[in-house]
């Protein structure tokens, strides 16, 4: 029996049906492992156990100005009446050497002598690149210089900064620049063996251990890790990308906890030098309206974001926002300021 051809366009429908198929199957699947995915972070994220944390914060001079504070009142008042116990205090280069070979520690001075008076234990971080924007912080006069000049006064001020503080007991430790392998602000791109020049001129001249700190999400640690004493990190939950805006990080405690637990041979132990307290904003935060900043950050997150580090088993983490605190407190906004009080309360009771 003689058959008719099959009309050419027939068969399109099957095929096109059979893609969609294949279409819907591999969304499914695709939907399925990241199901997976985050059911395993919230699974790890509650299965952690919740350990004992000594809390310290972070307080940034030039910070306090942006907002418009008061910085010695702002100051007095996280040691004070939020209570804070243990201090991460960057040096700014450009503000202890306006002038070439000319040293004003005035600033500086008074924020380790009022620590001292209170028993608070410092991290003193020292170098070109320190906490707060735009990162690196070097004096006017080295705008024209080459780097490897830049570099040598950079050496030099390193030696005048520690030689200074060489009989101050409240310095506990020295951290040299800040996530100095991560390329971010505006700074010239990392060079470890740099990196390492610096660590070994402060070591020579003083024995306190030697902080190095990285980006937490973002390195692998072993590079920092194995030139310090004690690797500081951060730990960012909701930051901002300027290609797909607020995202939050999908990891779980035990992303932190495993990785310290690799590099434990390299270094004393790990610490959370920057934990996340307030929001990540694209610019200065004072241009954010106050309603998105609350809601990015208010108390259920600093909650949320304590009880994260306890999870991570670190023994000390450091706050990344109590000035932004106060500012809200003058505001009318004193519920972060009053969780935080509480929480550096617990930490002095624990200690006495």
């Not at 924020?111 to 410092?122: K, L, P, S, T, Y």
């Not at 610096?198 to 973002?218: F, K, N, Q, W, Y």
Request: proline share 7%.
């Amino acid at each position: 029996m003689n058959r008719k051809p099959a009309k050419s366009g027939s068969r399109r429908p099957r095929i096109r049906g059979r893609r969609q198929d294949v279409g819907i199957t591999l969304l499914l699947f695709f939907a399925l492992l990241l199901g997976l995915f985050f059911f395993k972070v919230v699974r790890d994220n509650l299965g952690q156990p919740e350990r004992d944390v000594v809390w310290g914060a972070t307080f940034s001079k030039k910070y306090a100005q942006e907002l418009g504070l008061d910085w010695r009142k702002t100051y007095l008042a996280v040691l004070d009446d939020l209570g804070v116990r243990h201090l991460r205090l960057p040096v700014y280069w450009d503000e202890i050497e306006p002038e070439p070979d000319t040293y004003n520690f005035t600033d500086i001075d008074w924020q380790v002598e009022q620590a001292a008076q209170r028993g608070v234990q410092v991290i003193l971080a020292i170098g070109r690149k320190v906490p707060r924007w735009p990162e690196c912080h070097p004096p006017a006069w080295t705008g024209g210089m080459e780097e490897p000049l830049v570099r040598s006064r950079i050496l030099r001020m390193l030696e005048e900064v520690v030689e200074h503080y060489a009989d101050n007991l409240s310095i506990v430790a020295w951290q040299v620049e800040n996530e100095p392998l991560f390329r971010f602000g505006l700074c010239p791109p990392p060079d470890r063996d740099f990196l390492k020049q610096e660590v070994a001129v402060v070591s020579a001249l003083d024995d306190r251990p030697i902080v190095v700190t990285e980006s937490g999400e973002l390195s692998t640690w072993v590079s920092a890790a194995s030139i310090a004493d004690i690797l500081g990190i951060s730990t960012y939950r909701t930051v901002w990308s300027k290609y797909i805006g607020f995202f939050y990080w999908p990891v779980s405690p035990s992303f932190y906890a495993r990785r310290g637990a690799a590099i434990s041979s390299f270094v004393d132990r790990v610490i959370i030098t920057e934990l996340q307290a307030e929001p990540w904003s694209p610019g200065p935060i004072t241009m954010m309206p106050l309603d998105q900043q609350l809601a990015l950050m208010d108390e259920g997150r600093l909650l949320d974001n304590l009880a994260f580090a306890r999870r991570v088993g670190f023994a000390e983490a450091y706050l990344w926002g109590v000035e932004w605190w106060y500012w809200l407190q003058a505001v009318g906004h004193p519920e972060l300021w009053e969780t935080g009080r509480q929480l550096f309360l617990t930490t002095q009771e624990v200690q006495e």
